[in-house]
């Protein structure tokens, strides 16, 4: 469909410019001034189109008002503009008119540049309404695609902002390939909600990507958190999550830098058939409550080459979870990638498929961890780490069932979290503490089928040994060092 309609447009460029278009042709396509100049603008081939400006998807074609389209193989085109070529303006007008009812909308592919909605890119003016523009045009357009561009070598402020579905496109895509910087002062958030800065709500086919970066810029929400400072007055124990997809669908997140969020990075919750790729994450290894990624009442949800370091968990896998495989993952520094805390509220936690695989953990608190509270019943189960490996951690493989985090008043409970079904397999590396395995199941309801397999852990510390620690963890176990501990 796309080539025939390329060929229907540079069969009717041809007949339609002639002379004009032959003498554009041969001209230099490197030269951007007179390829990009005037009302329409067109690439005959990808290399016209990165003379324009170079796309992942295909090519852009930079123009001054939106919206403009975007034939991704041979021709870009804008319509809804004047088109200002005065030898053969009434042919080509009635030939586009023709053209765009004769080709269909799934070659054509808006792009809906923020600064052509008046952003301004001094990082310091907020954004956020034409970023609420742009995206609203694009979610209304009628087209199968669209995209919502943040342009390279800009700098965006946006105040906290809710970007909501459904759209019309199937596939929406938010292209940060510049930056995009949250407001550094805790104060813009009064009387707004506190848990978010950027959110993505019901959409379905959204792609967040682009190269560029995103600043959550929390230092200021860092040095007054209850966490760091809890004898200052009106400390807070909230701060905004840099990125949240909310009740969406069938998504992608890839190719992003994020630093710096106030609380957690990214959170995906209600949603299911999320993808997560080429992510860079970074947060000080001191900054309180920044978790990298969050994942809560979600289904099939992926995170697959990415570095993520924070002063909180890498990844944490949440409540009502299922079908979630982590692989090819850095983490440090942070707190490993935890599956919890869960039952906190007395709840029934269901978390179940998960697998975590090709990971280096460096310098974090904890490695492979589940945490469950007492008062929470229900299950964790089918969990795989494999092919792991540790370098200088605390905790390298932890379970914990009496997770607690007010100690005075955690007692012994008769309630806990069934963890079933676990598989330590392929795991190597150092433990900067004494205890390298730690099972520490519940007293009234054990950890069953624990499966180890090919372990390896040694202490950081020269000279000195590491062990297994158990409490009513049963399964097996085959070539581990330190010795096993499971009960049969
Ligand atoms: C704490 O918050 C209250 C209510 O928002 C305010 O009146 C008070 O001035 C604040 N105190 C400090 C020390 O910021
Ligand atoms: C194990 O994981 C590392 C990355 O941590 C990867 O480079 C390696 O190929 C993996 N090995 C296998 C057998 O998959
Ligand atoms: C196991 O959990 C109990 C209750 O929280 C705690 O007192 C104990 O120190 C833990 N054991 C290990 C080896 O971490
Ligand atoms: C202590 O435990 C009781 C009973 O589970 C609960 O109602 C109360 O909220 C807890 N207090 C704190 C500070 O967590």
Known sequence: ??????????????????????????????????????????????????????????????????????????????????????????????????????????????????SDYGAESNGIIDSSNSLSRAWKDACNAKVDRATV??????????????????????????????????????????????????????????QVNGHGMVDGQGKNWWTQSCKRQPKLVNCTTLAPTAMKFLS??????????????????????????????????????????????????SREVTIDKSWIGSGDDCVSIQDYTSNIKITNVRCGPGH?????????????????????????FKGTTNGARIKTWQVGTGYVRNV????????????????????????????????GVHISNVVYHDISGTSSTKIAINLNCSRSVACTNIYMKSITLLSAKCGQTVYSSCTNAHGWASQVVPDSCLLD
């Open 1 to 114: 469909m796309v080539d025939v309609a390329g060929g229907i447009w540079t069969l009717f460029f041809m007949c339609c410019l002639g002379d004009e278009l032959m003498e554009l042709m041969q001209h230099s396509l490197d030269d951007q001034t007179l390829f990009c100049h005037g009302g329409l603008h067109f690439c005959i081939t990808s290399e016209a189109c990165s003379s324009c400006r170079s796309h992942s998807i295909g090519c852009y074609c930079h123009v001054i008002h939106p919206p403009r389209m975007l034939f991704d193989r041979h021709l870009c085109l804008l319509w809804g503009y004047k088109i200002s070529f005065s030898p053969v303006m009434g042919k080509c007008a009635f030939l586009l008119v023709f053209g765009l009812v004769a080709t269909s909308a799934a070659a054509c592919y808006p792009v809906y540049d923020i």
């Open 149 to 206: 561009l943040l342009p390279e070598g800009k700098k965006f402020m946006s105040k906290p902002i809710v970007f909501v579905g459904p759209c019309h496109p199937k596939t929406i895509r938010f292209q940060i390939s510049g930056k995009l910087v949250a407001p550094s002062l805790p104060a813009t958030w009064k009387g707004l909600d506190a848990s978010r800065w950027i959110a993505f709500q019901n959409v379905q086919g959204l």
């Open 336 to 360: 490993g990638i935890s599956i919890g805390s869960l039952g906190k509220s007395g709840n029934q936690v269901q978390v179940e498929n998960i697998l975590v695989k090709n990971v280096k």
């Open 384 to 415: 795989i780490f494999q092919n792991i490996s540790f370098d200088k951690v605390k905790n390298p493989i932890i379970i914990d069932q009496n997770y607690c985090d007010v100690r005075w008043n955690c007692s012994e409970l008769v309630t």
């Open 248 to 297: 969406c669908k069938d998504s992608s997140l890839s190719d992003l830098n994020f630093i710096n969020s106030p609380q957690a990075h990214i959170s995906i919750l209600d949603s299911s058939n999320i993808h997560i790729s080429d992510m860079m994450i970074e947060a000080p290894g001191n900054s309180p409550n920044t978790d990298g990624i969050h994942i809560h009442r």
